[in-house]
């Protein structure tokens, strides 16, 4: 397995003592230098400490060793586009919240301001952090294995009200979700 902190790092635009003070507890440079290096082992633990401070999921930190992913090798900026001073691997957009798992959605037909063929990527959250989906477009799981997805538009207590998107819907109203996802990412292919 190879090791992926060091572009990721430079990607974010951190230093090395940046991303030490970053992780909980705190480490030095110097570990996290040895770390990216492979000089010290990457343990699973480490993983977690260095994705947390890096923001993204663990698993990004590794890849196989013949693994050919998208390279990054210019950015678009005011004059246009500019070369990268040296290609690295492209990062899978970073997903906020770091804590559920990442579930995905494939728009099979046009609802809404959803298209057919885009994919909705979402991150699952706790009843505890409903509040904070408020008017984001969400998706709830109901009994029987089904699921209602939608623009979450109140919340009562453990009950949430979910408006489908398109024209004339009408909301759903989910008793007790045991959890959500909520949409952080749309894919769609140009």
């Known amino acids: 397995m190879i090791n992926r902190i060091r572009d ?17 507890p705190p480490t030095t440079a110097q570990t996290i230098g040895r ?14 400490r260095i994705a947390a401070a890096l923001e993204i999921d663990p698993q990004l930190l590794v890849r196989a060793a013949g693994n050919t992913s998208p390279a990054l090798i210019a950015r678009l900026g005011p004059n246009g586009a500019e070369a990268v001073t040296s290609p690295t691997q ?4 970073a997903m906020p919240g770091g804590a559920g798992a990442p579930v995905v959605i494939a728009v099979e037909a046009s609802a809404g301001e ?13 009843p505890e952090a409903f509040p904070r ?18 623009r979450m538009i109140d919340r009562d207590g453990e ?3 979910v408006l489908p998107p ?10 007790r979700p045991a959890w959500l996802g909520v949409a952080e990412m749309l894919v769609r292919r140009l």
């Open 35 to 48: 770390l990216e290096t492979g000089m010290r082992s990457l343990s699973l633990a480490w993983m977690n």
């Open 133 to 150: 989906a408020l008017n984001r477009d969400v998706l709830a799981p109901r009994p029987g294995g089904r699921f209602v997805f939608g």
């Open 90 to 93: 492209a990062l899978f957009p």
């Open 8 to 24: 990721i790092r430079r990607q974010k635009g951190l230093t090395l003592a940046e991303v030490a003070a970053r992780c909980d």
């Open 114 to 126: 959803y298209r057919s063929g885009d994919q909705v990527w979402l991150r699952q959250i706790e």
């Open 159 to 161: 009950r949430v009200a």
């Open 166 to 175: 398109g024209i004339g819907q009408r909301q759903v109203v989910i008793d």
